[in-house]
């Protein structure tokens, strides 16, 4: 078969002879050239065409290509822009010292920190802390849209990211600055110098129960113990700071014995709930989580959660928390005493202080107030949204009073 239609079509589709090899910018061959040595990427390095069809290959890019391949060059051009202010040098392998050096390139590309706990990396290999990674994924959820890399542009989830382990390695071993007295220590040791070897870590005077508001560095706290104003108080004195002191204890000790009592109660139950997430019919469509029925006393019940105390849009907030109420679905005649608390689920990491709630249900009140799931901050809460649903244990303890069911 005559192959010269074959030549042409190729000469005519790339605008070069066939004998000629066309000349590549130096873009396109540093863009190519990340991919490749890119460890995250070997996948999609490996189903690149080889060059002994490049005409071919040439000829059958799309422009979405193109211009996927385009902007991918501008988010790593602006990355390594973001990484080279951080240093304060013009150049990463300028003036800066290898440390330094390091930490900017092991930086997360959306706080720009050195993260001392999990680092994950996109297909592509860019580095995320474990911190932004689930607000990303949060902000995600919030909105209803697919969470992507803030450098490139790649779908991210738990499915497709991976720790690296080898950056972690790295960064526990690195060197940075105590907050406190400005030494330098290993990253991997850091927590318990500032916690407690410090000579300048933050210190109580040892008479604070007796009055003393004084915060100072531990190597001063001796000299202003020996000449402390507490010293100097009266006995009756002393008898009333110490008596403030232990009114306080006392209530955190009721509050304590409290739970323990309530563990004892004769009618109470408890559950494993899993919460689904859904969203609301109006517009912007609202995500709230809620359980399956459930039986609790021969009722049914189910827990509803939302965020930010249904807040129009609440990924555009920082600050964030999550509520729940719990809303009854059986109807009764007679009213009765309801006290709960939501604690963590079996193996569960999320770090919360649970708190009692109370209220009473009649046969026209079935649904609790909005009570807070008291997560210890934002970064939890983050955490729960991250993942497709979350798990929890449910506690229950039913008054004295009785109650009827329906006939």
Avoid at 309 to 315: F, G, K, M, S, T
């Amino acid at each position: 078969m005559d192959s010269t239609p074959s030549l042409l079509g190729a000469e005519s589709l790339t605008g070069h002879p066939v004998d000629e090899t066309p000349e590549i910018p130096l873009a396109a061959i540093s863009a190519m050239g990340d991919d490749v040595i890119n460890p995250a990427t070997t996948l999609v390095s490996s189903r690149r065409p080889s060059t002994s069809c490049g005409l071919v290959s040439q000829a059958g890019k799309s422009p979405a290509r193109k211009r996927d391949r385009d902007n991918l060059l501008v988010a790593d051009t602006n990355e390594r822009a973001l990484k080279r202010q951080k240093l304060g040098t013009s150049d990463v392998s300028g003036d800066a010292s290898l440390t330094e050096r390091l930490n900017a390139l092991l930086c997360c590309v959306v706080c720009l920190n050195l993260s001392k706990f999990s680092m994950y990396q996109c297909r592509r290999g860019h580095l995320m802390c474990a911190d932004c990674f689930n607000h990303l994924l949060a902000d995600g959820r919030l909105r209803d849209q697919f969470s992507t890399c803030p450098s490139c542009r790649v779908d991210i989830s738990y499915d497709t990211v991976v720790r690296n382990l080898c950056v972690e390695d790295v960064i526990y071993e690195l060197p940075s600055e105590c907050r406190y007295c400005s030494k330098e220590f290993p990253n991997k040791s850091m927590y318990r110098h500032e916690r407690e070897e410090c000579e300048k870590r933050p210190t109580h005077c040892k008479y604070s129960r007796v009055g003393c508001q004084w915060l100072g560095p531990r190597i001063m706290a001796p000299e202003h113990e020996s000449k402390c104003e507490c010293l100097n108080k009266s006995a009756e004195e002393i008898v009333n700071d110490l008596g403030t002191s232990d009114t306080k204890a006392d209530k955190e000790k009721k509050i304590f014995n409290a739970f323990f009592n309530l563990l004892s109660h004769e009618n109470m139950a408890f559950i494993e709930l899993r919460f689904k997430p859904l969203r609301t019919n109006e517009f912007p469509h609202k995500l709230f989580f809620e359980t399956s029925r459930f039986s609790a006393f021969n009722l049914e019940w189910i827990v509803k959660t939302t965020v930010n105390n249904n807040e129009r849009e609440p990924y555009r907030s920082s600050q964030r928390v999550i509520t729940y109420q719990l809303i009854l679905k059986t109807k009764i005649y007679v009213s009765m005493d309801m006290d709960f608390f939501a604690g963590k689920g079996p193996y569960s990491t999320i770090r919360m202080f649970p708190q009692m709630y109370k209220y009473t249900f009649t046969e026209y009140n079935t649904t609790s107030e909005w009570n807070d799931l008291s997560l210890v901050d934002s970064d939890e809460v983050n955490r729960l949204l991250a993942n497709y649903d979350f798990n929890i244990r449910f506690f229950m303890f039913l008054g004295e009073k009785q109650y009827t069911l329906q006939n």
